[in-house]
């Protein structure tokens, strides 16, 4: 039998509460029902992962309901947490407020049964709610504020935001008063790890995302041999290495299978948008017939001439983290005309892969792995051999009983005859810098992707595209206030206007004062019209700096 903890609840809004704060490795467990005298299931146990899994099996009927035609009532509970390796957040400027690009959630709120608990590590600057609320069609601001809860746990350590929370039973006890006995309520987070698995439990509610059981599909190893099953061409490589002689030996072993390699690629299992990619140049190594004398010289190599995506790194370092997570060493796809589009699905609880969106990814970096933005949709001249790949991805994980959205990313390299050749790169099981965008899109004007035309369709509207970043970032803009943003772009009307259904969405508006950095996405009629409305924002908001006609 699992240790389990008791808590002792006399009074649940007030004083006299007693609680006997859980043991090591323990966390707060609120199932449904009474609220005295409640047994909690130690994290990990066995007993947690039943009851995970019957909540997990009420998914089936949940999205059924939801999928019903007229107005399902619905909790959803948001918690945006980044559960990422901490050191590796550390390398993302401004990380925290990274939880702010899951607030496109509260335009769920445009359903009127609708009601969203949004869990944050600090509080989120009044105009910013303000800002999304007021985004809603049709919908009255009193009307959809009425139906949000906020909660926030007031800790910005580099924890994660869900481990925050179950370090917290009475912040759990109050999330879980807020959801009531809602039926159809559900949690949605960034990305699952045991953590989010304990947090459902801890909640009652079912967990709307992969069972963590599944995430070894989601690492650079795993994804790889997914491809293989798939049969969709990946680069050479090798996977489940485990060290720095695992990487030499592969590098070597990589070389010798294919001589005309010119640089390797060495990844992190675990990586996040590409800061855990090294690139290393071979040319140095004239002669690979003698095994001993290469491996000599490519551990000098990779330790004096390996380049980091993310700044600051060093060989010792990134080897520390490697042994940590493991990883793959894979051939470096040459070309000066390389697309790196990406296919987006969801795998409905019902074991339905579907399409959802395609993006060309911006990336950028010292050998650009590292992703800076995007644009939507993908170039149309690619977009049918993403759509039969992302669903061959889809179908098999579907098979394996994985659920949720994911993408799939590629590289595209030119055929000598015309078209494109496709490379399977990786497959993130998480919302991603893709997600908060094409969503945002889609609940503002009620429209889906068609993956037939490849355009998105909404109504009598003409087709949307977008281009889209997290990274809109400059010195000049430090000291800029929340509200200064929102001044400067309505005295610009540089805004979303939902007449035309163009302009721009911001977010990660937090992040600006502090780090001089927000996310942006701008939607137009063309690619060239939002392509021009970020250029628009940049110029907008470099020249605001200097000039203050637009206080009010």
């Not at 997914?226 to 720095?244: C, H, M, W």
Request: glycine fraction near 10%.
């Amino acid at each position: 039998m699992a240790k389990r903890t008791r808590l002792k609840v006399t009074n649940l809004d007030g004083p006299g509460e007693e609680v006997k704060r859980p043991g090591k490795n323990g966390a707060a467990v609120v199932p449904t029902g009474d609220w005295a005298d409640i047994q909690l299931p130690e994290r990990g146990s066995k007993e947690e992962t039943e009851r995970f899994n019957e909540l997990y099996a009420k998914m089936p009927e949940l999205w059924r309901n939801l999928s019903a035609e007229g107005h399902i009532p619905q909790t959803v509970v948001v918690v945006p947490s980044m559960s990422l390796d901490p050191e590796e957040l550390t390398k993302l400027k401004g990380a925290q407020h990274y939880e702010e690009r899951m607030l496109f959630l509260l335009i769920l709120l445009s359903s009127p049964k609708t009601r969203v608990i949004f869990v944050t590590s600090e509080p989120i600057h009044p105009f910013i709610i303000d800002y999304y609320l007021q985004l809603l069609p049709g919908i009255p601001f009193s009307h959809a504020r009425a139906r949000l809860e906020l909660f926030a746990v007031y800790d910005t350590s580099p924890k994660s935001l869900t481990q925050k929370i179950l370090d917290r039973p009475t912040l759990l006890r109050r999330i879980r008063k807020a959801i009531g006995n809602d039926p159809n309520s559900h949690l949605t987070v960034f990305n699952v790890t045991e953590a989010e698995k304990s947090l459902s439990v801890a909640l009652g509610i079912p967990l709307l995302g992969p069972d963590p059981k599944h995430l070894a599909y989601g690492t650079k190893s795993g994804c790889r041999k997914l491809f293989r099953q798939a049969g969709i061409p990946v680069s050479e490589g090798f996977e489940d290495l485990k060290n720095e002689e695992d990487i030499l030996e592969a590098i070597y072993k990589l070389k010798k299978k294919r001589p005309g390699m010119k640089k390797a690629v060495i990844k992190i299992n675990d990586g996040f948008s590409g800061d855990g990619n090294a690139i290393l140049q071979l040319g140095a190594i004239s002669d690979w017939s003698k095994k001993v004398a290469c491996i000599k010289q490519l551990r000098e190599m990779v330790r004096t001439q390996a380049r980091f995506q993310a700044p600051g790194m060093h060989w010792e370092g990134y080897v520390r983290k490697f042994e940590q997570m493991e990883g793959i060493v894979e051939e470096f796809i040459e070309g000066d005309d390389k697309p790196s589009p990406s296919v987006q699905l969801r795998i409905t609880p019902l074991g339905e892969a579907q399409i959802i969106s395609t993006h060309d990814q911006v990336l950028g970096g010292p050998d650009g792995q590292v992703f800076i933005g995007c644009t939507f949709p993908a170039e149309r001249d690619y977009q049918d051999e993403l759509h039969d790949a992302g669903l061959k991805v889809g179908q098999h994980l579907a098979k394996a009983g994985v659920v949720g959205r994911l993408a799939v990313d590629f590289l595209c390299t030119p055929k000598d005859g015309g078209g494109w050749d496709l490379w399977a790169v990786e497959i993130n099981l998480r919302a991603g810098g893709t997600t908060h965008p094409f969503r945002t899109l889609q609940f503002l004007t009620g429209g889906r992707y068609n993956h037939e035309t490849g355009l998105f369709e909404a109504g009598h509207m003409n087709p949307k595209f977008y281009f889209a970043s997290d990274n809109l970032e400059s010195e000049k803009y430090k000291g800029l206030l929340p509200e200064d943003l929102i001044d400067i772009t309505t005295f610009h009307g540089l805004h979303y206007n939902s007449s035309s259904n163009t302009g721009v969405v911001f977010h990660m508006i937090g992040a600006l004062s502090q780090f001089g950095k927000l996310g942006v996405t701008c939607v137009g009629d063309s690619p060239d019209e939002a392509r021009g409305l970020y250029q628009q924002t940049i110029e907008i908001l470099d020249k605001a700096v200097d000039e203050v006609d637009w206080i009010v």
